[in-house]
């Protein structure tokens, strides 16, 4: 067997009918990952093609429908130079990121542009989040999409089955509730895809070992390896809020208790938007209390002293437990996206002050940066983007996109797309 390494490396292409499916892949997954913003000779240098290679590549891209060039733009005189990016009639993916208390399901085209084509809130049941979300699903279906893919806010096991500790979820399966039919879905955990997203299109890229740490209601993370993350031997690694940072003996007894997910002392129940609630004591848990959460966040922009205090706690806690990461894992960079990037823009200093406190001796004269997302809120649904064009951006993928396509769209109806993810 051979396999596209994700550096774009070929690893047993024998020949030479080989090497071109995989110079295909290349190619395309290359003007996929630099967001359609690289000239053709550009994307020959960086793949160390020959030109000619290049040019019939390219050619057959265009030929399937999986490329479009236009010229660069504000290309003066000469020749223009062409830059290839998705094709009008080209594959899509369908991106949902699925919180604990709404979701967004948005259509992403090659090179990554993500158009957000619904977005809902829903009562926290898996039945009133995932059969609205499915039909939203389906009702974009159709022969150019190639795959789906859905951040869910808690861990996945067998790819499918979740568990999300707020909302009492136990062994949901998203899958079977989303009934997407045959349309391949990937189903990934919201903290990972976060840090994958970031590793592809943000702070992330390029850099061979990053932490990253989403927080929403509540802290997650992944590690990434030369930009992928971390699995863990059962696909969980990665939920960091629930490691036991907090003494719980400790505690005053009223804070004694015990965090959703079943452990005592979590991480969670210190950092993210439930901590903020806690702090004002106002109930937390079934993906409630959002707004609410914002606002203490905007108080505290504007100087409130109560909300700046439980921003302060928040932060302190959360710089502790990234001080905790780093001992152990040793990243270059850690960045932090969701509402990590509002506790780093209004706390930085006190985030700092326990992190480096936290932190062994010898590391403190050098220590891993701490740094914002540069995707906005974007992260998991850019990251389940990212998982869902993974699979298709593969020699296989190709080839099953070239054989439902072959030069002639209005030979496929709209029930394609089971068809072919059938095979
Ligand atoms: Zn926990």
Redesign the pocket.
Known sequence: MHRVLHNGRVDGARTSVELRAHNRVRLLRAVHECGAGRTRSELTRDLDLARGTASVLVTGLIDDDLVSESPTPGHARGRPTQVPGPHPHGPLVLAADLREDAWDLAVCEIGGRTTVVDSRSHDGSPTGALPPLGDAIRAQLGPRVVGVGVAVAGPVRSGRIVDI?HLSWRDVDVAELLAVGHAPLHIGNDARLAGLAEARRGRLRGVDLGLHLHVDF?PGGTLLVNGTPLAGGSGTAG?F??MPLADPSGMPADRRR???????G????QVGGNALLDHFGLTTGGGRGRSVSERILADAARGDPAAVEAVAVNARALGMGIGALVNALDPRVVTLSGMGTDLLALARDEIEAAYLAGLMAFRRPRPAEIAPSTLDRRGPLIGAMESAFDAFLTVPGLQGWRASHARSDELFPPTDVASKSAR
């Open positions: 500790a509540d939920e809020g629930h015990h965090c959703a997910c079943g452990a005592q979590c991480w969670s129940l």
